[in-house]
C-alpha cells in the first residue's frame, strides 16, 4: 500500500513541472493565438543556465538564487524572441507560426551542444531539501514534496493575478479580441511581450526545477512538448485549471502505467486521451474554438487543372528524369530514388494539408508504419517483394483509420498537436517494443529482389510509383471528394447544410494521405534495406511539412518542387555542416518571415498577376463587409 | 396533401445554462407561403432558426417537415429532406469559382461525395448554369467567389440553397449588410422564385422595410415566447409588439408606420 | 477644429480603398459618414485610428497630427472609437469589460465613471456582475459604448450603431447619442439608415466607392433628392 502511496506522490511531483510548462503555453496561446513549440526548447534552457548557475554559487541562496535566476534569464532571452521573430509572424496562418517555432527549437538545440557540449549534465541536489522522508518504509525525497505543493500554490497565484488585477483583466480580454483592446487605448504589443515573458517564465522554471531530478540534455526540449500537447489536448488549450488537471492525470498515468505495461506505459496515456478526446472533443476544461482562421488570401485565384502547355511540360519534365540512369551513376541514381521517394511522402501530406486544410505534424507515422509494416512482411511473414509493397502501405492505412478518427474531431493547432502526439506514441513504441522492432536496432536486410535490386531499376519503380501517386492524387484533388474536402476546409458550416458530412470526407482524406505516406515508407525500407524508429520521428514529419511549405501549401502540386528542392539541398547541407539543425532551423523561420508562398505559390502570383483595377474594386468592398 | 403543411413546429424549446432562449413556440408554415419571424435581439430568432435545420438541438418539442419528424436531425440530414438554407453572415467556399460552389452542392445532392474519379469542373455544368442564370448571376460562373461583392455573394448563397430543389427555404436575414436597394432586389427575387415553384420560405430579418414588403405573415418572438402572429396589418396594428420591438417607427420608411396607406 | 482629415488614402494590400477622402467634425458637432456597403464608412474610421496600416494623408485630432501613431496611442489621446458589430468582451463580466475601456480623465472631455455611465444606461447597473456573453443585443450594445466613454473621450467615432438592432433598440440608442452629444461628446457616426441618421447628426458626409462625394447639412440633402438616390440606392 505505501509503495502505491509513493508512486502517486513521485507522480504528483512530475505533474509540477509538467503544468508549469504547460499552464506557460497555455498562456501564451490564450493571448498570441500561437502553439509555442519553442516552448521546450525555454524549458530546456531553463535547465542549462540553472546548471551553470547552481554550479558556480553554492549555498542555499546559490541554488535557489540560481533557479530562480535562470527563469529570469530564459524569461529575457523569451522577450527578445517575441520582439524580433514573433512579432512578424502574428498575422501569418497558426501552421507557419507552429513550424517557425519549431525552427526556432532546432537552432536552441545545435546551441545548446555548442554552448553546453553533447553529454547529459547532473546537476547539485536541492540546497535544504536534500533529504527524505520515511513513509511505512519508503522514501519520499523531500524535494518532491516541495514540488507537490508548489504546483497548486502556482495555479493559485496565476488564478489571482487573472481575476484581481488590472493586468489579469486586460490580458483575458485579449485572449478574445486583441484588436479591441488596442482600440480601447491598451498598447498590445507590450501586452503580448509580457505575456510571453510570463509564460516562458514559468517554463523555464520548470525546467530549472527539473535539474535536482533528471539528467540536463539537449533532447529534453522534444519530449517535454510533446508530454505538454498532449497535456493541453487533454486539459483545454486555453484553460490553467484544465492544464493542471490534466497534468496530474497524465504524470500518475505515467507513474502507474509502468507497473501495468512496463514496456509501453504510454500507452495508457493515449488510451485516455482517446477517451477525453470522444467525450470531450476541446478537452477537459477547455471550450470550443471559433472557426479556425483560413489560411489568409495569399491567393485568391482558384485551383484550376493543367492546360495542354503545362501537361506537355510536365511529360518533358518527366521524360527527362526518367533518362537519369543514361548518363547518372548509382549515387546520384539512389539520391533520384530518395528524392522520387520523399515526393510521394510530401504530395500525400500536401493533399492532406493544402486540399483538405489538415496540417498534421506527425505525418512521418504513416510514412514510418508503411517502412515497418514492409519490414515485417520480408522478415516475420517472408512475403515476396511485391506483395510486401502492398502489405507496408497497409500498415500506414490502418494507423491512419485508428488516428485520424480522433484527429479528424478537431481541427486547427489542436489536429496539429494530436497528430504529433500519434506520431509519438507510435514512435516510442517502435523504439520500446525492441522484441518486436528491435528497437533502436532497427530491423535490418530488407533487400530489395533481383527484378528491382540494380541502381536505375529501383529509381525506375520509385520514379513510376511516385508518378502514379502524385497523378492519381491530383485527379481527386479535381474529383467531387475532392471538392467537398476543399469545401469543409473552406466553410464547414456551408459543406453541412448542402448535405457534405465533413467528418468522414476529411477521415477519408486521411485514410488516402496515410496510406500513399505508406507507399513511400514502403519503398523507403526497399532503398535503405533496413528500418529505425527514425523513420517515425518528429524530424522527419518537419522534413514534410517544410516541403510542403517550400513548395507552396497553397498550390495544387508544390510539394513536388518542394520535395526536390529541400531533399536535394539537405543532403547536400549534411555533407557540408556539422550544425545542420541551426542551419535548417534559421532556413524555416527565414521562410516562413519572408517567404510564405514557397516556390510554386509565388511563381504562380507573378504569372498571375493583373494589374485591373476592377479586381481592386471588388476587393475592396469586400475587405469592407468583411470587417 | 394540402392538410398537411409543410413545415410544423410544436412547443419547440431551447434554455442555454437556466436562461430560456426559447420556450414553447409552436407554428406552421405551408407551401408557397412567406413567412417572417422577427423580434429584439437576443428573443430566441436565432435559436429558433437553428433548431429547425439541426444545427442545435431542442431540449423539447418537434419539428416536422411534411410529416417527417426531423427533430434531433443533423443539418446534412434535414438538407436532404428538401430544406435549404442561407446564413446571416455568408457562407460560401472562397476559393472556388462562382460555378464550382453550385456544383458542389450538386454533387452533393446526387450523393457523389465519394467520387475520386469524375473531374468536378464538367460536373452538372448545364444545371450549375441554369441556377446561375436563376438567380441572376449565369455572367459571373466563371469568377473566383472570394472576389464577389457581399450582395452577389447572397444571390451565390441561394442559388446553391436552391441546388437539392428545396421545399423549404430558411433565410436568417438575408438582407443583413446590404444596401437598401439590393435589399429590396433580392427579397424580391427570392419571393418570386418561391411562389412559381411553390417554396415555402421563412427568414428573420430587422429591416421592416422588408419585412412589410414582402412577408406573407409574421411571427413575433419576446424572451423566447411567441407573442404575436398574423398579417403585416395586423402586426403593426399589435400595441405589445409596437411597445416591445417596433417602437415609434422612426427609423423605419414612414409608408410602413401603424396606420399609413397600405 | 475637433477632427480634420486631409486628402486620406488607404491601401488593403494591392487594392487602393479611399482616395482623398477629407472631414471634418467640430467641436461638440455630431457628424454623420453615409454610405452603403463596401463604401469605404469603415475603412475610413479604422484608418483614422491607425487599424489600418497603409494610409497616408493628414489626420489631425484637436490641432495634433495623428497620422502616425499606433492605435492605442490615438485612443489614448481622446479619440474614442466603437467598433461594427458589438465586439464585447463575452468572458468579461459588465464590470470588467469598463475596466478594460478605462484611462485617465482629461480637461478638455467629460469625465465618467462606472457609477455616472450606470445612471445613464440603468439596465447595465443591474447586471454588473453578468459576464458579457448572457446579455442581449441591445444590452450588448449599451455596454460597447459605455465601454469607450470610460476612456473619457471628446470625440468618438461610432461605426454603424444601428446595424442587425430592432427598432425599438436603436430609438435607445438615439437617446444614449444625444445624451453623450449634450454632455459636450463629439461624434462622427457613420450609418446607413437616413433615418436614425437625421434624428442624431446636424451634418453629413457621403461617401461612395472611398470618396467623398456629398458634404453638408441634413437640409442642404433633403434638398438635393437626386444624391440620395444616386448614393444611398434608398
Redo the contacts between chains.
Keep these: 500500500m505505501a509503495f502505491y502511496v509513493v508512486q502517486f506522490l513521485t507522480g504528483l511531483a512530475s505533474a509540477a513541472s509538467l503544468f508549469l510548462v504547460a499552464s506557460g503555453l497555455s498562456i501564451i496561446f490564450g493571448v498570441t493565438r500561437i502553439v509555442n513549440f519553442a516552448h521546450g526548447a525555454f524549458y530546456m534552457l531553463g535547465a542549462y543556465v540553472a546548471f551553470t548557475l547552481t554550479a558556480r554559487f553554492s549555498g542555499a541562496l546559490g541554488f535557489w538564487g540560481g533557479i530562480l535566476a535562470a527563469a529570469l534569464i530564459v524569461a529575457a532571452v523569451g522577450v527578445l524572441v517575441e520582439m524580433l521573430l514573433l512579432r512578424r509572424i502574428y498575422h501569418v496562418p497558426e501552421l507557419f507560426q507552429l513550424l517557425a517555432t519549431f525552427g526556432l527549437t532546432l537552432m536552441v538545440e545545435d546551441l545548446v551542444v555548442l554552448g553546453w557540449g553533447p553529454n547529459d549534465l547532473v546537476g547539485p541536489r536541492a540546497a535544504g531539501l536534500k533529504g527524505a522522508i520515511d513513509f511505512f518504509g519508503q522514501q519520499i525525497p523531500s524535494y518532491d514534496l516541495f514540488l507537490i505543493v508548489l504546483g497548486p500554490l502556482v495555479l493559485g497565484l496565476l488564478w489571482l493575478v487573472f481575476q484581481r488585477t488590472r493586468w489579469g483583466v486586460l490580458v483575458r480580454a485579449a485572449t478574445q479580441d486583441r484588436d479591441m483592446v488596442a482600440a480601447l487605448g491598451v498598447n498590445q504589443k507590450w501586452l503580448f511581450t509580457s505575456v510571453f515573458a510570463l509564460g516562458v517564465f514559468l517554463a523555464a522554471l520548470a525546467g530549472a526545477l527539473q535539474i535536482p531530478r533528471d539528467a540536463v540534455t539537449h533532447e529534453m526540449d522534444l519530449r517535454v512538448i510533446v508530454d505538454v500537447f498532449v497535456v493541453v489536448v487533454i486539459g483545454g488549450l486555453g484553460s490553467i485549471t484544465g492544464a493542471f488537471v490534466a497534468a496530474v492525470l497524465v504524470s500518475e498515468l505515467n507513474a502507474f502505467g509502468i507497473l501495468i505495461f512496463p514496456k509501453i506505459s504510454i500507452i495508457l496515456v493515449f488510451l485516455v486521451m482517446a477517451a477525453v478526446l470522444i467525450v470531450r472533443p476541446w478537452g477537459l476544461l477547455g471550450r470550443a474554438e471559433a472557426p479556425v482562421r483560413r489560411t489568409p488570401g495569399l491567393t485568391v485565384n482558384p485551383w484550376r487543372p493543367l492546360t495542354s502547355r503545362e501537361r506537355i511540360a510536365v511529360a518533358i519534365a518527366f521524360l527527362l528524369a526518367a533518362s537519369l540512369p543514361f548518363y547518372a551513376g548509382n549515387y546520384a541514381l539512389a539520391v533520384g530514388a530518395e528524392i522520387a521517394i520523399f515526393v510521394i511522402f510530401a504530395a500525400s501530406l500536401h493533399f492532406l494539408m493544402s486540399t483538405g486544410g489538415l496540417a498534421s505534424f506527425g505525418h512521418a507515422a504513416y510514412f514510418g508504419l508503411g517502412a515497418y509494416g514492409t519490414a515485417f512482411a520480408v522478415k516475420l511473414a517472408g512475403l515476396p517483394m511485391a506483395a510486401a509493397l502492398v502489405a507496408g502501405p497497409l500498415f500506414g492505412l490502418l494507423g491512419a483509420v485508428v488516428f485520424g478518427f480522433f484527429a479528424v474531431q478537431l481541427s486547427g493547432v489542436y489536429f496539429a498537436m494530436l497528430t504529433l502526439a500519434f506520431a509519438q506514441i507510435v514512435w516510442s513504441v517502435a523504439f520500446q517494443w525492441v522484441g518486436l522492432t528491435g528497437g533502436d536496432n532497427g530491423i535490418l536486410g530488407v533487400w530489395p529482389e533481383r527484378w528491382a535490386a540494380s541502381a536505375p531499376h529501383f529509381f525506375w519503380l520509385s520514379l513510376a510509383v511516385a508518378v502514379l501517386a502524385v497523378a492519381g492524387l491530383r485527379i481527386a484533388t479535381f474529383s467531387p471528394f475532392g471538392f467537398a474536402l476543399r469545401a469543409t476546409r473552406d466553410s464547414p458550416l456551408r459543406a453541412e447544410a448542402i448535405g457534405i458530412n465533413g467528418k468522414r470526407i476529411q477521415w477519408s482524406a486521411f485514410l488516402i494521405a496515410g496510406t500513399v505516406a505508406g507507399i513511400g515508407g514502403a519503398l523507403f525500407a526497399y532503398l535503405k534495406g533496413s528500418v529505425f524508429p527514425d523513420v517515425l520521428g518528429i524530424p522527419l514529419s518537419v522534413d514534410a511539412l517544410v516541403m510542403v511549405l517550400l513548395g507552396g501549401v497553397e498550390t495544387v502540386s508544390g510539394a513536388i518542387v518542394g520535395a526536390i528542392v529541400y531533399k536535394a539541398l539537405s543532403i547536400w547541407l549534411v555533407s557540408q555542416t556539422e550544425w545542420s539543425k541551426l542551419v535548417l532551423g534559421a532556413f524555416i523561420v527565414l521562410i516562413v518571415v519572408a517567404f510564405p508562398k514557397g516556390i510554386v505559390g509565388t511563381l504562380d502570383s507573378l504569372w498571375h498577376r493583373r494589374p485591373s483595377s476592377l479586381k481592386d474594386a471588388m476587393l475592396a468592398s469586400k475587405i469592407e463587409t468583411a470587417e | 396533401m394540402s392538410s398537411q403543411p409543410l413545415l410544423s413546429v410544436e412547443g419547440l424549446s431551447k434554455s442555454y445554462?437556466g436562461?430560456h432562449a426559447v420556450r414553447g413556440v409552436s407554428f406552421a408554415l405551408s407551401s408557397g407561403e412567406i413567412l417572417a419571424l422577427?423580434?429584439?435581439?437576443?428573443?430566441g430568432k436565432s435559436t429558433c432558426f437553428n433548431m429547425l435545420?439541426g444545427q442545435t438541438a431542442p431540449d423539447g418539442g418537434r419539428v416536422r417537415v411534411l410529416g417527417q419528424d426531423t427533430t434531433g436531425l443533423?443539418?446534412?440530414e434535414v438538407?436532404?429532406l428538401g430544406v435549404g438554407?442561407t446564413?446571416q453572415i455568408t457562407?460560401?467556399?472562397?476559393?472556388?469559382?462562382v460555378r464550382?460552389n453550385v456544383?458542389?452542392?450538386l454533387?452533393?445532392?446526387d450523393r457523389?461525395?465519394?467520387?475520386?474519379?469524375?473531374?468536378?469542373?464538367r460536373?452538372a455544368r448545364q444545371e450549375a448554369e441554369r441556377l446561375l442564370d436563376l438567380v441572376g448571376m449565369g455572367g459571373f460562373a466563371m469568377r473566383?467567389?472570394?472576389?464577389?461583392?457581399?450582395?452577389d455573394l447572397k444571390r451565390l448563397e441561394l442559388a446553391?440553397a436552391l441546388?437539392?430543389r428545396p421545399k423549404l427555404l430558411l433565410m436568417d436575414?438575408p438582407t443583413?449588410?446590404?444596401?437598401?436597394?439590393?435589399r429590396v432586389e433580392l427579397m424580391r427575387l427570392t419571393a418570386q422564385i418561391a411562389r412559381e415553384k411553390s417554396i415555402g420560405v421563412l427568414f428573420t430579418e430587422?429591416d421592416?422595410d422588408v419585412v412589410f414588403e414582402h412577408a406573407d405573415r409574421i411571427l413575433v418572438l419576446n424572451r423566447g415566447n411567441l407573442i404575436a402572429e398574423g398579417s403585416p396589418e395586423e402586426v403593426r396594428r399589435n400595441g405589445e409588439v409596437r411597445?416591445?420591438?417596433?417602437?415609434?417607427?422612426?427609423?423605419?420608411?414612414a409608408r410602413h408606420r401603424e396606420g399609413a396607406a397600405p | 477644429m475637433k477632427l480634420s482629415v486631409e486628402n486620406l488614402n488607404s491601401h488593403y494590400g494591392p487594392a487602393h480603398i479611399l482616395f482623398d477622402v477629407a472631414l471634418d467634425v467640430a467641436d461638440g458637432e455630431a457628424v454623420a459618414l453615409l454610405g452603403r456597403n463596401g463604401a469605404g464608412k469603415s475603412t475610413t474610421f479604422r484608418s483614422i485610428v491607425g487599424l489600418v496600416g497603409q494610409r497616408s494623408g493628414r489626420i489631425e485630432f484637436e490641432g495634433r497630427d495623428i497620422s502616425n501613431q499606433p492605435t492605442h496611442a490615438i485612443v489614448r489621446g481622446g479619440l474614442g472609437y466603437v467598433p461594427e458589430e458589438r465586439r464585447i468582451f463575452t468572458d468579461l463580466t459588465v464590470e470588467e469589460n469598463l475596466e478594460v475601456g478605462r484611462q485617465p480623465p482629461r480637461n478638455n472631455a467629460p469625465r465618467w465613471t462606472r457609477e455616472r455611465l450606470f445612471e445613464l444606461f440603468p439596465n447595465l447597473a443591474e447586471m454588473r456582475g453578468r459576464p458579457g456573453g448572457r446579455m442581449s443585443g441591445g444590452e450588448q450594445q449599451m455596454l460597447t459604448i459605455a465601454r469607450t466613454l470610460m476612456g473619457n473621450p471628446s470625440l468618438v467615432l461610432l461605426d454603424e450603431p444601428s446595424e442587425g438592432l430592432s427598432p425599438k433598440i436603436v430609438e435607445q440608442m438615439v437617446e444614449a447619442i444625444l445624451t453623450m452629444k449634450k454632455e459636450g461628446v463629439s461624434l462622427l457616426v457613420s450609418e446607413q439608415n437616413l433615418h436614425f441618421a437625421r434624428l442624431i447628426s446636424d451634418r453629413a458626409y457621403i461617401i461612395e466607392r472611398g470618396r467623398i462625394c456629398f458634404s453638408g447639412t441634413m437640409t442642404e440633402l433633403d434638398a438635393r433628392p437626386d444624391i440620395r438616390d444616386a448614393h444611398l440606392a434608398l
Design positions: 445554462g436562461v422577427i423580434g429584439p435581439n437576443g428573443a435545420n443533423k443539418p446534412r438538407w436532404r438554407r446564413f457562407a460560401t467556399f472562397p476559393t472556388m469559382t464550382e456544383q458542389v452542392a454533387s452533393s445532392h457523389k461525395l465519394f467520387n475520386l474519379i469524375a473531374a468536378m469542373p460536373y473566383a467567389c472570394g472576389e464577389l461583392a457581399y450582395g446553391m441546388a437539392n436575414e443583413a449588410g446590404m444596401a437598401p436597394r439590393e430587422h421592416m411597445a416591445i420591438y417596433l417602437g415609434e417607427g422612426l427609423v423605419y420608411d
